[in-house]
């Protein structure tokens, strides 16, 4: 091979500049605006990321440290003790809080408020543990709440790891028999591997603490709902830490998961959430247009789920779903899960933010067609009004 | 470059932005190239721009500022494609061939379209963005030796390809197999 004359035919092409299509351009314009107008904010280092934080780094850490001294001589001495003391107050509040804090919050429109009206404090009984320590790290679950379709629960980590505490996030992690490998954690539910939405983790909401709420859909289980009684176990062996937009360390196999520290350990968790479907409203229905069909929609407290149905002919068009309320606000889409059909149709669930709207518009759009000049959305593929209970 | 990343870092947002316009280029083509339609790129773009924007100042060392730049963007896109990967398959998206008038670009997006996914993204970032194997381990977070072997596998197959697609190519008597 002539490596030196593909290499020049190769940067002859490659280097070449491309027309930026308008779309980019239009984005980008849209994002300076945002910059130019103070809509977004470069964040300010915290002081731990400054040299002259060290000092007080050290501080909070000689403190930290004290204090898991204290709280840990009160556990050896009365382990029953551990099950009963809080170890945050309120896992909710600290989430709204950090959400209201992101740049993007509007983006998030996770139905916080109802999933904690809704969530029940877990139960405590000798069967269950919501409360696990190891190696300095206290790992908690407080409150669960499932809709039937989803199941959602808090999870708090305490630490008093001066390295683990600059992390903005800290991965769950787990091996599988004989394998070194961590991974990130998965959840059991009455014995069946289970994913949630998102990797398990937890955000960084103080010194020391970190929050987060956990998402599972029943979709991913074989039977794809919630068994009645339904017992959930969380095994980690391990925590990664993470810092946002870091740039990977090569020389620490696997980074993505296990972060500039891992600390190995075990932690359990079990608990028993109940499945409270009482607030859902399922509208079984058939509204057609061009082959698309809106089937089912449920709304739970925390979100809209619609199924649709996609014909075979509309696979190459990468068919992007919108839906909107009666008075033309756009719901934002959470997630979507693809059942293929044998026809070579496609059934989609789609998850969308709460709403308390009844009146919908779907409109289905082809995202491969080229734009128009001056249009403002791909050609329109379906529009569907419908409704619901 | 380097000072320009300094300035940003304190404040100047004229200075960011000639910074991201200064590598708009490289931006698009990596996110096209990955994600292959302009709608998903212009969503990915975006929101590099605005997280790396917000997270400037975390960038300790201003000569990184492209790799970490392009470490955004991959992450933004490998979400996208998480999130669509059941979707449709890419082989059947028909828009690089049909929406592309410009000849440059429909060479550029026809080489892109042809080459196996794994071997794409390390490509584009050693010819294009000029990244050492290093950076392209550390980028994609990849072992130097796994880049290698797919630099020098796309590299073999961009040359079948291309003298496929281009019979009169000035170097064909030069390469052999």
């Not at chain 1, 698309?292 to 789920?305: E, L, R, Y």
Request: with cysteine.
């Amino acid at each position: 091979m002539n490596k030196l004359n593909i290499d020049r035919e190769m940067n002859e092409l490659l280097q070449n500049d491309i027309k930026i299509p308008d779309i980019v351009n239009e984005r980008l314009e849209i994002s300076y605006e945002k910059i130019q107008n103070g809509e977004v904010h470069m964040k300010r280092l915290r002081p731990q990321q400054r040299k002259k934080g060290f000092y007080k780094a050290l501080t909070i850490a000689a403190a930290a440290a004290c204090f898991v001294l204290i709280l840990s001589g009160i556990l050896y001495a009365n382990p029953a003790l551990a099950r009963d003391i809080p170890i945050l107050g309120n896992v909710f509040g600290r989430l709204q809080e950090m959400r209201e804090k992101t740049p993007y919050s509007e983006k998030d429109k996770t139905a916080y408020k109802n999933i904690e009206q809704h969530s029940k404090p877990l139960k405590q009984e000798a069967d269950f543990i919501t409360t696990a320590q190891d190696q300095g790290i206290t790992m908690s679950v407080s409150e669960a709440y499932c809709d039937g379709v989803d199941l959602y629960f808090t999870l708090s980590l305490r630490t008093d790891d001066a390295v683990l505490n600059t992390a903005d996030s800290i991965d769950l992690l787990s091996y599988r028999k004989d394998d070194p490998i961590a991974f990130w954690s998965w959840l059991e539910i009455n014995g069946e591997e289970v994913y949630p939405y998102t990797t398990i983790s937890a955000k960084k909401s103080e010194e020391g603490v970190y929050v987060g709420l956990l998402r599972v859909s029943a979709l991913n289980l074989k039977a794809e709902v919630f068994p009645e009684n339904m017992t959930v176990t969380l095994n980690a062996g391990g925590m990664g830490a993470h810092k946002y937009n870091e740039i990977p360390d090569p020389n620490i196999p696997n980074y993505a998961r296990t972060g500039f520290k891992t600390v190995d350990g075990s932690w359990k968790l079990r608990f028993q959430p109940s499945i409270d479907a009482s607030d859902n409203q399922t509208t079984e229905l058939y509204a057609e247009n061009n082959g698309v069909i809106v089937q089912k929609v449920v709304k739970t407290p925390t979100s809209t789920h619609v199924t649709v149905y996609l014909p075979g002919s509309f696979a190459a068009k990468n068919p992007a779903l919108a839906l909107s309320d009666g008075a033309g606000n756009r719901l934002y889409q959470e997630t979507a899960k693809f059942f293929p059909q044998a026809n070579g149709g496609q059934i989609q669930q789609a998850v969308f933010n709460y709403t308390e709207a009844s009146d919908f518009t779907l409109r289905v759009y082809d995202k491969n067609a080229k734009m128009e000049e001056g249009a403002e959305m791909p050609p329109l593929l379906a529009e569907i009004p419908f409704s619901s209970n | 470059m380097d000072n320009l990343v300094k300035k940003a870092q304190s404040g100047d947002k004229e200075a960011f932005i000639s910074l991201i316009e200064a590598h708009k280029q490289a931006l698009y083509k990596i996110a096209v190239s990955m994600l292959k339609n302009d709608a998903d790129a212009a969503d990915a773009i975006q929101d590099t721009v605005l997280s790396s924007y917000e997270n400037l100042r975390g960038l300790r060392e201003p000569k990184y500022f492209k790799t970490w730049l392009s470490r955004i963007l991959i992450n933004y896109c490998n979400r996208i494609l998480t999130e669509r990967k059941n979707m449709v398959s890419i082989d059947e998206c028909p828009e690089l061939e049909s929406s592309k008038a410009d000849s440059s670009e429909k060479d550029f997006l026809d080489l892109l379209k042809q080459l196996e996914e794994q071997y794409r993204i390390v490509l584009l970032l050693f010819y294009v963005e000029g990244f050492s194997i290093k950076e392209i381990g550390t980028i994609l977070e990849m072992n130097e030796n796994t880049v290698k072997t797919r630099l020098s596998r796309g590299r073999s197959n961009f040359k079948k390809l291309y003298l496929k697609e281009h019979p009169d190519s000035k170097y064909k008597m030069e390469v052999q197999e």
